[in-house]
């Protein structure tokens, strides 16, 4: 018996491990937006009314957009993404705010972009977009996917003197975008950074932190992106963004990813998240990319952004590979892999158990064979008495 409650309990345990296990985030994507009022002239709870106010918002080439891979174009000419001046010097501070729709992280213009665009861009400021603890919130999409968060290097070319004037010039910006992902480990660029944003809870608040290396915050692949004509995300939505979405993501571990998702506030009580504005139209745009146009049917590996399709070169798969990402985060997510772990204990249990329960029937059968034998010959031995 007690055997028994506890085949039943590991059958049991494996069935609500697979279930938790198995949930997927994007069944949970259209959450509704953080309560309270609007922050500032805008907010997330009042997306449809923007272009009332900023009439670019209801523009023809707003962002963000959906990647479809297969209708994205090969374009040879793009170069690899290079930058400058990103290793920020720790002697060097640098502004940290929240501005109730984001954390901000202010960047001097000796970080540039010196390759992959027709022109130099100096670096603004660097921001993210998220979702909650239980979904996933990038502003971009991979064919209709969802990551956790978006990271946006936000430039300005350096034709203009100042992001102020550039913000409203066609092509007067460019933003570097990257998905972020959770994986198993912790990602060292990003543990300086997140452990500033508890200075910042409350909207408005600022502090300055210590210069570090911010190309850790990008993926380590800067040669293959996307590459498209937008606008900003938030108002005023100037049409006036060159978009380059790397095609690596980010790894933040599970604590990490939290911290980013559950620490900001918007206003009093309110913990900032879902700030993020759903995929635009894309308006016959043409979007282009550095790297081969994936086919579709077979699975990429982790960490690539094309989630049911793989590039055909053959550096695909082992360039793919990031430093934040492990071994076994190639071909499984995390989730995945426990899915399967799950999976077998599950049917390994459930064997054990049928086998118990079969050999017991027939311990029992047994011994109710011999039972019935004694009570046989009982009742043949009165019957002959009788
Ligand atoms: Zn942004």
């Not at 259209?30 to 923007?50: K, V």
């Not at 100096?122 to 996917?145: C, D, I, M, Y």
């Not at 910042?200 to 004509?229: C, H, M, W």
Request: some cysteine; proline content about 6%; aromatic content about 10%.
């Amino acid at each position: 018996m007690r055997l028994h409650h506890f085949w039943f309990f590991l059958l049991i345990l494996s069935i609500l491990g697979a279930k938790v296990i198995c949930h997927d985030p994007e069944d949970l994507q259209h959450e509704n937006h953080p309560p309270g009022p609007p922050h500032g002239h805008w907010s997330y709870t009042d997306i449809t009314e923007w272009d009332k106010v900023y009439p670019a918002c209801g523009g023809k080439e707003q962002s963000p957009i959906d990647l479809n891979t297969q209708e994205t174009r090969f374009e040879p000419s793009l170069k690899p993404i290079t930058v400058s001046g990103y290793d920020v010097s720790s002697e060097e501070r640098l502004k940290l705010k929240n501005n109730g729709h984001t954390v901000v992280l202010q960047l001097p213009d000796s970080l540039q972009i010196t390759g992959g665009l027709a022109n130099t861009y100096r670096a603004a400021q660097l921001h993210f977009h998220w979702g909650s603890l239980s979904s996933p919130g990038s502003e971009h999409t991979v064919n209709g996917k969802k990551f956790p968060g978006e990271i946006h290097v936000v430039h300005y070319s350096s034709s203009y003197k100042s992001l102020d004037e550039a913000v409203t010039q066609p092509g007067g910006l460019a933003v570097l975008a990257a998905f972020i992902q959770e994986g198993p480990e912790e990602n060292d660029s990003y543990r300086h950074l997140l452990s500033y944003l508890e200075n910042v809870k409350e909207a408005g608040q600022s502090t300055d932190i210590p210069g570090f290396d911010i190309r850790g915050l990008l993926p380590r692949q800067l040669d293959r992106y996307y590459r498209y004509n937008g606008s900003l995300t938030t108002p005023p939505c100037f049409q006036t963004v060159n978009w380059t979405i790397f095609n690596q993501t980010v790894f933040l571990s599970e604590d990490q990813l939290s911290i980013l998702e559950d620490t900001i506030h918007h206003d009093d009580d309110h913990i900032l998240q879902m700030n993020f504005r759903e995929p635009q139209s894309l308006n016959g745009r043409l979007v282009l990319s550095s790297f081969r146009a994936p086919v579709s049917g077979r699975k990429a590996p982790g960490g690539a952004l094309a989630p049911s399709s793989s590039a055909p070169d053959s550096a695909d798969g082992s360039s793919n590979h990031s430093e934040q990402e492990a071994p076994g985060a190639q071909t499984f997510g995390t989730g995945e892999l426990l899915a399967i772990i799950f999976g077998v204990l599950f049917v390994v249990t459930a064997l054990s158990f049928f086998i118990y329960v079969r050999q017991n029937r027939k311990r029992n059968h047994r011994s109710s064979d011999k039972k019935s034998n004694v009570i046989y010959k009982a009742a043949t031995a009165e019957d002959n008495m009788a």
